[in-house]
């Protein structure tokens, strides 16, 4: 291998005399001849020189080439074993180009070259028709992951290294970059002292921020300095790729981290806001951003934001989410209710800014008035059902039907844009609350039924369930109750509800009555001891030696009446 020293001598020598041939020197020769796969070369030798074409594709120079053109070429050997001289234009632009990068390097200059390939570990560099490799970590000052777009491109390299005997040249784009970096930061650290505007691109947008192209260096506006108003992203308010004019808020000395201001440009809307909204006043805006418990609201022209709470949002629509009934983008007009200057906080309303439609409630409508109307909405609890234009009012489920004791089976019955008649149970306009009613258009046939019937009294039921817990019934069609087990019958061993069959008809005595909770028992166990008792009362006592038996005979053929004669 030949050393650095060794070459720079070679070249020394072979540059002292052009006009003698040998081997190791570079000569002038003329083309003769070209073909597709060599060019031959007349160097004034007893022979004449074939150059492979792909050398001069290498170099970059295929398509100049033409017959007479006079090119400078390496001589390798005077001649090989067929007897014929072997040169190199390759080589030649080579050992040229090695003798000015060697000046250029020793000299710590830097060199432009031509980004040619991808490599695995870099790219390919062509400078001065020779190459050099560029690795990745010295590409860019932070990791690139793509370097497509370098592909083809011409940059200012610095040489870092290079190895003659090995023909490695290795350069650098990142230290351009760098220093770049460095004379562009120390500018800005200069106009920094004044709060200077600089311009910059937008480059790449994170949840906190964007990152800002000011010309070699970036800088980072954080998400709180792009807008006075409150923003949820920073495409809110910057465009990937335009230019605009920020304010360098601090530029730190240890690293090459610059904050940058947008909002900054603007005066603060805060410090005169009493110039610019007043308490009670009505002005126009749009919706930002909605949360679960409310929506912000831009003011137009005043880059103020404000949040209507959902319980401003609307006199009628309660325990709606605000998305049901507003949308991003929605321009629309707000109430100033309140201004936290210290705080920095506006409360606006959105229904504030219509009358109150609860108002003059008691003087258009009265407690147990009858109204048609128009359901709605339907809910789990019940039915929404519109009073008037601007108010609805509720129908719980447990005011749907008098005989439906949870109201979920009647509650199936209904949907919504049904006409239906309800009476108005309550006006409460402090709480903002209306309440129907259904069941209560006509009387509660509970009360109906029991109004002349008292402890005591035998009623008819109808079985309708049996159970493990006794027997359910309905009397009268349409009220049901328990009878429990151990009211089946007085005897324990007759109290077996296999003793019952569904739809069977029994009579039984009404052992309590609770017309305020629409509640009553009935058993059976107390009609039969009171009709034993009875029985002992009109046929016999204890004190007589009557047993039972005796007596229901008596009283069978009592009833059986006088036999014939």
Same mark, same amino acid.
């Given at each position: 291998?030949?050393?650095?020293?060794?070459? =720079?001598?070679?070249?020394?020598?072979?540059?002292?005399?052009?006009?003698? $041939?040998?081997?190791?020197?570079?000569?002038?020769?003329?083309?003769?001849?070209?073909?597709?796969?060599?060019? !031959?070369?007349?160097?004034?030798?007893?022979?004449?020189?074939?150059?492979?074409?792909?050398?001069?594709?290498?170099?970059?120079?295929?398509?100049?080439?033409?017959?007479?053109?006079?090119?400078?070429?390496?001589?390798?050997?005077?001649?090989?074993?067929?007897?014929? $001289?072997?040169? *190199?234009?390759?080589?030649?632009?080579?050992?040229?180009?090695?003798? +000015?990068?060697?000046?250029?390097?020793?000299?710590?200059?830097?060199?432009?070259?031509? #980004?040619?390939?991808?490599?695995?570990?870099?790219?390919?560099?062509?400078?001065?028709? !020779?190459?050099?490799?560029? /690795?990745?970590?010295?590409?860019?000052?932070?990791?690139?992951?793509?370097?497509?777009?370098?592909?083809?491109?011409?940059?200012?390299?610095?040489?870092?290294?290079?190895?003659?005997?090995?023909?490695?040249?290795?350069? =650098?784009?990142?230290?351009?970059?760098?220093?770049?970096?460095?004379?562009?930061?120390?500018?800005?650290?200069?106009?920094?002292?004044?709060?200077?505007?600089?311009?910059?691109?937008?480059?790449?947008?994170?949840?906190?921020?964007?990152?800002?192209?000011?010309?070699?260096?970036?800088?980072?506006?954080?998400?709180?300095?792009?807008?006075?108003?409150?923003?949820?992203?920073?495409?809110?308010?910057?465009?990937?790729?335009?230019?605009?004019?920020?304010?360098?808020?601090?530029? *730190?000395?240890?690293?090459?981290?610059?904050?940058?201001?947008?909002?900054?440009?603007?005066?603060?809307?805060?410090?005169?806001?009493?110039? &610019?909204?007043?308490?009670?006043?009505?002005?126009?805006?749009?919706?930002?951003?909605?949360?679960?418990?409310?929506?912000?609201?831009?003011?137009?022209?005043?880059?103020?934001?404000?949040?209507?709470? *959902?319980?401003?949002?609307?006199?009628? &629509?309660?325990?709606?989410? /605000?998305?049901? #009934?507003?949308?991003?983008?929605?321009?629309?007009?707000?109430?100033?209710?309140?201004?936290?200057?210290?705080?920095?906080? #506006?409360?606006?309303?959105?229904?504030?800014?219509?009358?109150?439609?609860?108002?003059?409630?008691?003087?258009?409508?009265?407690?147990?008035?009858?109204?048609?109307?128009?359901?709605?909405?339907?809910?789990?609890?019940?039915?929404?059902?519109?009073?008037?234009?601007?108010?609805?009012?509720?129908?719980?489920?447990?005011?749907?039907?008098? !005989?439906?004791?949870?109201?979920?089976?009647?509650?199936?019955?209904?949907? &919504?844009?049904?006409?239906?008649?309800?009476?108005?149970?309550?006006?409460?306009?402090?709480?903002?609350?209306?309440?129907?009613?259904?069941?209560?258009?006509?009387?509660?046939?509970?009360?109906?039924?029991?109004?002349? +019937?008292?402890?005591?009294?035998?009623?008819?039921?109808?079985?309708?369930?049996?159970?493990?817990?006794? #027997?359910?019934?309905?009397?009268? =069609?349409?009220?049901?109750?328990?009878?429990?087990?151990?009211?089946? *019958?007085?005897?324990?061993?007759?109290?077996?509800?296999?003793?019952?069959?569904?739809?069977?008809?029994?009579?039984?005595?009404?052992?309590?009555?609770?017309?305020?909770?629409?509640?009553?028992?009935?058993?059976?166990?107390?009609?039969?001891?009171?009709?034993?008792?009875?029985?002992?009362?009109?046929?016999?006592?204890?004190?007589?030696?009557?047993?039972?038996?005796?007596?229901?005979?008596?009283?069978?053929?009592?009833?059986?009446?006088?036999?014939?004669?």
């Amino acid at each position: 291998m030949i050393s650095n020293d060794e070459y =720079s001598k070679l070249l020394d020598q072979q540059f002292e005399n052009k006009n003698i $041939i040998a081997a190791n020197k570079i000569i002038s020769g003329t083309i003769l001849k070209i073909s597709e796969q060599h060019i !031959t070369v007349d160097i004034g030798y007893k022979s004449e020189g074939q150059i492979p074409k792909e050398e001069f594709i290498n170099s970059g120079s295929s398509d100049e080439l033409k017959t007479g053109q006079v090119i400078e070429v390496f001589v390798e050997k005077l001649e090989d074993r067929e007897g014929n $001289i072997k040169v *190199s234009h390759e080589k030649a632009i080579k050992m040229k180009s090695w003798e +000015k990068l060697q000046k250029l390097f020793d000299n710590k200059e830097r060199v432009k070259g031509f #980004i040619v390939g991808k490599a695995k570990a870099g790219l390919y560099v062509k400078i001065m028709g !020779t190459n050099a490799f560029l /690795p990745l970590s010295q590409i860019d000052v932070r990791p690139v992951r793509d370097v497509s777009h370098l592909i083809k491109t011409e940059e200012t390299f610095e040489i870092l290294k290079m190895d003659y005997s090995k023909g490695n040249i290795v350069v =650098s784009r990142k230290a351009i970059l760098e220093e770049k970096q460095k004379e562009i930061k120390n500018q800005i650290l200069e106009k920094s002292q004044n709060n200077s505007v600089v311009k910059g691109k937008v480059k790449t947008f994170t949840d906190y921020g964007a990152f800002v192209d000011l010309g070699g260096i970036d800088g980072l506006v954080h998400l709180s300095d792009i807008s006075w108003s409150r923003i949820g992203h920073p495409s809110d308010v910057l465009e990937i790729g335009k230019n605009y004019e920020f304010k360098i808020l601090k530029v *730190s000395d240890d690293s090459d981290k610059i904050s940058l201001g947008y909002k900054q440009l603007k005066d603060d809307p805060w410090e005169k806001i009493e110039e &610019k909204i007043k308490v009670n006043e009505i002005y126009d805006g749009k919706i930002t951003h909605i949360t679960d418990y409310g929506a912000f609201v831009q003011l137009t022209e005043k880059d103020l934001e404000g949040l209507v709470h *959902s319980n401003d949002i609307s006199w009628t &629509k309660k325990n709606i989410h /605000p998305n049901k #009934i507003l949308d991003i983008g929605f321009n629309i007009r707000v109430k100033i209710l309140e201004i936290d200057k210290e705080k920095k906080r #506006i409360s606006l309303g959105i229904k504030q800014t219509e009358p109150n439609p609860w108002e003059n409630i008691l003087n258009e409508y009265s407690k147990d008035q009858t109204i048609d109307t128009e359901i709605k909405n339907i809910t789990e609890f019940g039915i929404f059902a519109k009073l008037n234009e601007n108010i609805d009012g509720l129908i719980h489920k447990n005011d749907l039907s008098w !005989t439906d004791s949870n109201g979920d089976r009647t509650l199936k019955k209904y949907q &919504k844009g049904q006409n239906i008649k309800v009476k108005i149970l309550e006006i409460d306009p402090e709480k903002e609350k209306i309440s129907f009613g259904i069941k209560q258009l006509s009387n509660d046939p509970f009360s109906e039924f029991f109004k002349d +019937k008292s402890k005591g009294d035998v009623v008819s039921a109808k079985i309708i369930k049996i159970n493990n817990n006794g #027997i359910d019934v309905e009397v009268a =069609s349409f009220i049901e109750t328990t009878i429990r087990r151990k009211e089946l *019958s007085k005897n324990k061993e007759e109290q077996n509800i296999s003793r019952y069959n569904e739809g069977q008809k029994i009579d039984a005595k009404i052992s309590s009555i609770d017309l305020t909770n629409r509640k009553f028992s009935l058993s059976i166990r107390q009609l039969e001891i009171d009709e034993e008792q009875s029985l002992l009362e009109k046929y016999g006592s204890k004190s007589s030696g009557s047993v039972l038996g005796d007596i229901l005979g008596k009283a069978l053929d009592e009833d059986k009446g006088p036999k014939e004669k």
